[in-house]
């Protein structure tokens, strides 16, 4: 009976060294970062009353690789990823409904080649984070063919929102690189575990089962309906001011040009193509009074979250982004290895294609995707 039970421990034993011995040589130690938790799936119903023409169901997965869509093989595809913030995220829409899913269609279907596309925007990103995700995240994933960058509106959005706080001369130094990769990534590895169970393979099976198990808690972003849009629409409605003129923005749009050169550089470190997209928006100088509110955007301070706020006119933010637009177009001319997407002047600015100020609704990114597949493959 001991001699039994002592068998059923050794083989228990080695089995486990068996598998921790194999799984090792599948998993390395090394720390690998990620802008969305690998294998996270979630599942949103959109109020299509609140969020204009989109419609419910919508699956958001992100695939182990730690990107919105098809895995990058070592297939012969063509792989571009697509970063950004939330008007490439497509949060609210369905996997196979966001622009870079339906990119990826269009293009094999027009080119010969096939085509892999995925995406890791997310909401907020800057060119900022857009430099670093590039930077740090990308070449874990091999040999990528491009990247694929819609920019320009959260980096004035958050020129206006900070206001006077705005850092006027921020430049990018090594040990704010490392910063903002200790920020905005999530960790995945067994190099820097204290405790030696946590070091394991097996361990880290376990805990990515666990994290598959029991997803980001979505009400702490955005919640399942799209609801907060309207609380952030009626901060809007009840704005302090609505403010016309704009302030100073020529530091902030010198740290834009900063950072679309470091993004340049980088790509080019990478040699891969880079396609630079404009970031279209329905600002107008006057807008329809529903147009007006479906607007959330634009505000002072901490608007998103508190009343009273000041917010720049739609006519201010459509001056101002187009400054921007205008800066990213400059920027592009004449570079080699960049291609520029005037896609602001070639979408609408209607809600035939936006459910609020920039972000796409289903018919949105639909022109969207068949508008950058016609100039990737021409």
Known sequence: MIRKGVLIILSTL?????????????????????????????????????????HGPSTF?????????DEFKNDGTQKYLCIGGSTTECLYLDDKETWPALLQDSLSTKAGNKYTIGSIGKSGCTTRENYVQLKYYVPQLGKVD??????????????????????????????????????????????????????????????????KANPVKWESVQDDRGEVYQAWRNNRQHASAFVDSLP????????????????????????????????????????????????????????????????????????????????????????????FIDLATLLPRDTSVFYDD???????????????SEHLVH
């Open 146 to 211: 491009g990247v694929i960058i819609m920019i320009g509106i959260n980096d004035l959005m958050k020129r206006l929102s900070r206001d006077t706080l705005f850092e006027n001369s921020f430049r990018f130094t090594q040990a704010i690189e490392d910063s903002f990769v200790n920020t905005i990534f999530l960790k995945h590895g067994r190099a820097n575990e204290k405790t030696w169970f946590r070091r394991t393979a097996l361990f880290k099976v376990l805990q990515n089962a666990l994290h």
């Open 248 to 339: 100073d923005l020529s530091a902030a749009l010198a740290e834009y040009e900063r950072n679309l050169q470091a993004i340049y550089a980088e790509a080019q470190r990478q040699q891969m193509q880079l396609v630079l997209i404009n970031q279209p928006a329905i600002y107008k100088d006057s807008l329809s009074e529903y147009e007006n509110g479906l607007v959330w955007m634009g505000g002072v301070g901490d608007f998103q979250t508190k009343a009273g706020c000041r917010y720049y006119s739609p006519k201010a933010l459509n001056a101002a982004l187009l400054l921007y637009n205008q800066r990213l177009k400059l920027f592009c001319t004449g570079k080699p290895g960049i291609k």
């Open 61 to 69: 997965t992100i695939n182990s690789q730690g990107f919105r869509g």
């Open 14 to 54: 080695f089995s486990l060294l068996l598998a921790e011995g194999i799984l090792r040589l599948i998993y390395s130690q090394e720390n690998k970062l990620f802008v969305w938790q690998p294998n996270l799936q979630h599942t949103f119903h959109p109020d299509s009353t609140i969020l204009y023409g989109v």
């Open 358 to 372: 920039c972000h796409f609704n289903e018919n949105g990114a639909r022109k969207v995707a068949g508008i950058i």
